[in-house]
């Protein structure tokens, strides 16, 4: 409230305290006046009859004492109201100044509150704005998250196919390798038991060209024993030597034999070793059947030496050269085999390698998967969402045509009525 209102206000409290004092004056007046005719009255009829003076005065006092009772009474009566209305006007101008205050801390408040309304509407605006603003730049967001899903996963799609491919490529060109190596294995380990084989059959024509040699040796010994026998000394000779002779071909068949054993009885791979040692063992065994033939007559010896050297010779000759050619040919298929093993390791480890490849994109594909499941769970809960929406919204129209429905029918029955009411009347 303004201040110009206020003053009206108070004016007009003024002026209302003002109305009572005049109505009290106006009475007070009155009163007067009354009194006054009422003593002209009563001196006009002093004047009028001397006689009846004395009767008139005694009733005009008795009327004097009325009145003045009833005047009295009348004042006690005014006092009394004057003094409630008094009462009455403390009263009204207490709760007229606690009105006042009331009013103009209403109006601070009202004051206030506005500013504050003003400050609120202007921040709700702007409020609105920023939001219109951040649902804009969110629809924006939204779109090009959806955009960068989508080109994520036909750019996950396509690399995995690509790489699916390539590995399909790499596994099918590494089995056929592996294929081809398993045939090379596999032909190189017949090749080695070939090779081992005809070996042990080399050892063993060797071995019976050795016998033969030692039979042909022990023949020799005994007609030159049938020859010498007219001589002690040398019967004693010929016999000691036909005896170291029978003993050292016992030996070296013995030997022979266990060599043989060792050949059949070992592995392949220690081919070299068991070929190597037999050779040693025949020059070891022809040296020592060398010296045993070593007799006091020298011609017995050099008999002995050229009898034994001409069939070794023949023997060793074709031995050596076939034992070295299938030392050199067994060298070269374990090289070969080694070989094949290192390439057969490499190629399981690229094997392991795309296999855990392979196994990494199946788990990115897994995850890949995960992903979409869910996406399609969060988008089949919102669908649902909305169909349950739908759903109510639709069962609202429903209610609401029924409803007017029913008040179609009511405002007919109500028209129907008064159309019989107009014809009844």
Avoid at 65 to 94: F, G, M, P, W
Avoid at 291 to 316: C, V
Wanted: net charge negative.
């Amino acid at each position: 409230m303004s201040s110009m209102d206020r003053r009206s206000w108070l004016w007009r409290r003024k002026s209302s305290e003002k109305s009572p004092r005049k109505n009290e004056s106006s009475g007070s007046i009155s009163s007067q006046s009354d009194r006054c005719s009422g003593e002209q009255a009563y001196a006009a009829h002093t004047t009028q009859s001397p006689e009846l003076t004395s009767k008139a005065v005694a009733s005009d006092d008795e009327d004097a004492n009325d009145r003045l009772k009833t005047l009295s009474e009348r004042l006690s009566d005014a006092l009394l109201n004057i003094q409630a209305k008094e009462e009455l006007v403390k009263q009204h101008s207490v709760v007229a100044e606690e009105a006042v205050s009331g009013w103009e801390k209403a109006e601070n408040e009202v004051f206030v509150l506005r500013n504050r309304l003003d400050s609120e509407t202007k921040r709700n605006s702007s409020l609105e704005n920023r939001v219109g603003h951040l649902d804009g730049a969110l629809k924006e967001c939204l779109r090009q998250i959806r955009q960068s899903r989508e080109e994520q996963e036909k750019r996950i799609n396509e690399a995995i196919k690509e790489k699916t491919h390539e590995w399909e490529l790499v596994n099918s060109n590494l089995r056929q390798k592996l294929d081809a190596a398993v045939k090379e294995n596999s032909i190189l380990k017949s090749e080695l038991d070939l090779s081992t084989k005809a070996a042990e059959t080399a050892c063993k024509q060797n071995l019976e060209s050795i016998k033969r040699v030692t039979k042909l040796e022990a023949e020799i010994f005994r007609l030159k024993a049938m020859a010498r026998k007219s001589a002690t000394a040398s019967s004693f000779c010929v016999e000691s030597s036909m005896d170291s002779q029978s003993d050292g071909g016992d030996r070296f068949l013995a030997v022979e034999s266990a060599t043989t054993c060792s050949l059949w009885n070992e592995k392949t791979d220690e081919s070299n070793l068991m070929i190597s040692s037999l050779q040693i063992d025949l020059m070891d065994d022809f040296l020592e059947m060398e010296r045993l033939a070593g007799l006091p007559d020298a011609e017995a010896r050099s008999s002995t030496n050229e009898i034994g050297n001409i069939p070794a010779k023949i023997t060793e000759n074709p031995s050596r050269s076939d034992l070295n050619a299938m030392i050199n040919r067994t060298a070269e298929l374990e090289e070969e085999i080694e070989k094949k093993r290192m390439e057969k390791k490499e190629l399981e480890l690229t094997l392991r390698q795309l296999h855990g490849q392979f196994n990494e994109s199946q788990a990115s594909l897994k995850e890949a998967d995960m992903r979409l499941t869910e996406l399609e769970t969060r988008l089949s809960a919102q669908v649902e969402g909305l169909r349950g929406e739908v759903k109510l919204l639709e069962e609202e129209l429903k209610s609401e045509r029924t409803g007017k429905a029913e008040e179609e029918e009511k405002c007919r029955a109500l028209e129907e009525e008064i159309s019989r009411f107009i014809l009844v009347l």
